[in-house]
């Protein structure tokens, strides 16, 4: 060819991400989370969000009746966890047992990952002894670094910044009992700033439900993330708010959530709330300080369900990052 005749080059804005995703949603005929990492709800799409919890739920219905998922057979998972973490520990090596792997716990916990480049040296050795690596507790540093240098998919078991898998389970725990979440009424109170706070704006947004939030210091969500979850409402139909006062949250609420930093539960809170209200926190919770005990027994209150649903929630995404099927 002619070089007068040579097509110019162009500098085309490529975003390579987008190209990722079609190319796995093709691959598997939908949407898929294999080889992912899952640190924050919002990191999911609507469809990879509802296949999350169908894959759960078909977990659940099927447990004892047909064979289990052995999709981590003979895999490991590497659990780095940090401070008092029990609750998300014991639920990840259920769950990894379920799918037939094996847990091996990091003796350091989550201070392997302190100092300069102690992300890309753990990364390293976890990639060599692991298929996975689950990290959970209030104080794990660098995991967005662990996640970008590791092969292996990284979990976010509840650390800082977000609790995926709780919030994950609490939409599946809300579906059951109220027949679905799109336009579903709920209030959060507590301390917006708080991971399951941050976690729960996503979750309302990918479900299309109506969260108001109130958290009683008066502060606000973190205007960063509530305008990423708005975007996401924007496609759903969802809507959130920051309530002005605890009342005003409540008011029509089909369930109500307990956050860090929520002010007591007992009846005449759930009173101001929409007839047959439901209940949820997460474990552990102190009762007389943060939960009447006698409320804590009543049919309203979901926590032994959010318990069970973690299991299968947990499981589900393992599987799914692991690369077994809904």
């Known amino acids: 060819m002619d070089k007068s005749q040579a097509v110019p080059a162009f500098d085309f804005d490529i975003d390579?991400?987008?190209i990722e995703e079609a190319m796995?949603?093709?691959?598997h005929g939908g949407p898929s989370l294999k080889g992912r990492d899952l640190l924050r709800l919002a990191e999911l799409s609507p469809d990879e969000f509802d296949l999350v919890?169908?894959?759960a739920a078909g977990r659940k219905e099927d447990e004892g009746v047909v064979a289990p998922d052995r999709v981590m057979q003979g895999d490991v998972a590497a659990l780095l966890m940090a401070g008092p973490a029990w609750p998300q520990r014991t639920a990840v090596e259920a769950a990894v047992a379920r799918l037939g792997g094996s847990c091996l716990i990091v003796p350091e916990g989550a201070a392997v990952l302190e100092g300069e480049d102690a992300a890309q040296d753990a990364a390293q050795m976890l990639d060599l002894c692991s298929a996975c690596i689950v990290a959970g507790g209030a104080e794990v540093p660098q995991l967005e670094e662990l996640a970008e240098w590791a092969q292996a998919p990284v979990l976010n078991a509840g650390g800082?910044?977000?609790?995926p898998l709780q919030a994950l389970a609490d939409a599946m725990t809300l579906a059951e009992n109220l027949g679905g979440l799109e336009g579903a009424p709920l209030a959060f109170l507590g301390s917006a700033s708080s991971p399951l706070a941050c976690s729960y704006l996503a979750m309302a947004a990918l479900a299309g439900a109506f969260l108001s939030m109130w958290d009683p210091s008066g502060a606000q969500p973190?205007?960063?993330?509530?305008e990423e979850c708005l975007e996401?409402?924007?496609h759903t139909g969802a809507q959130l708010r920051a309530a002005a006062s605890m009342a005003e949250a409540l008011e029509g609420a089909a369930a109500v959530t307990l956050g860090p930093g929520a002010p007591l539960a007992d009846a005449?809170?759930?009173e101001q709330a929409g007839p047959d209200a439901l209940l949820l926190w997460s474990y552990p919770v102190r009762r007389g300080r943060e939960l009447d005990a006698e409320l804590a027994q009543e049919p309203c209150c979901l926590a032994a369900e959010q318990v069970e649903n973690l299991l299968h929630v947990q499981a589900a995404v393992l599987s799914l990052m692991m690369g077994g099927g809904a």
Do not use: V
């Open 16 to 18: 390579l991400s987008a």
């Open 24 to 27: 796995r949603s093709a691959c």
């Open 53 to 55: 919890l169908n894959t």
């Open 160 to 163: 800082p910044g977000a609790q």
């Open 222 to 226: 973190d205007a960063e993330l509530m």
């Open 232 to 234: 996401i409402a924007a």
């Open 268 to 270: 005449a809170l759930l």
